[in-house]
C-alpha cells in the first residue's frame, strides 16, 4: 500500500439531473449517501469520454480544489 498524487489536472463538472445515472459509476457507499445529489461532481477519464464517474461531494470538498477554468496542459 502507498499514497499517490496524480499527475495531472481532473476536470469535474457539477452533477444535474439532466445526466442519465445509468452512463456513470456510483459507489454503494455513495448510492447509500443519496448519490447523486446536487453538489456532486462527475469526473470523465479524458482518454475515453464514455468513461464517466461520481465524485460525492464531501469527497470533492475534502481533496480537490480550484485551479483554472480551461486547462491548459500540454500547452
Keep these: 500500500m502507498g499514497f499517490y498524487r496524480k499527475k495531472a489536472l481532473q476536470e469535474l463538472i457539477p452533477w444535474n439531473s439532466d445526466i442519465t445515472p445509468d452512463l456513470l459509476s456510483v459507489s454503494d457507499a455513495d448510492l447509500a449517501k443519496g448519490s447523486p445529489k446536487v453538489g ?5 477519464n ?8 461520481l465524485v460525492e461531494e464531501q469527497f470533492f470538498k475534502d481533496n480537490y ?5 480551461v486547462s491548459t496542459e500540454g500547452n
Excluded at 40 to 44: E, G, K, P, S, Y
Excluded at 46 to 53: A, C, H, K, L, R
Design 40 to 44: 456532486d461532481m462527475i469526473a470523465f
Design 46 to 53: 479524458p482518454n475515453d469520454v464514455s468513461d464517466f464517474w
Design 65 to 69: 480544489e480550484w485551479v483554472c477554468d
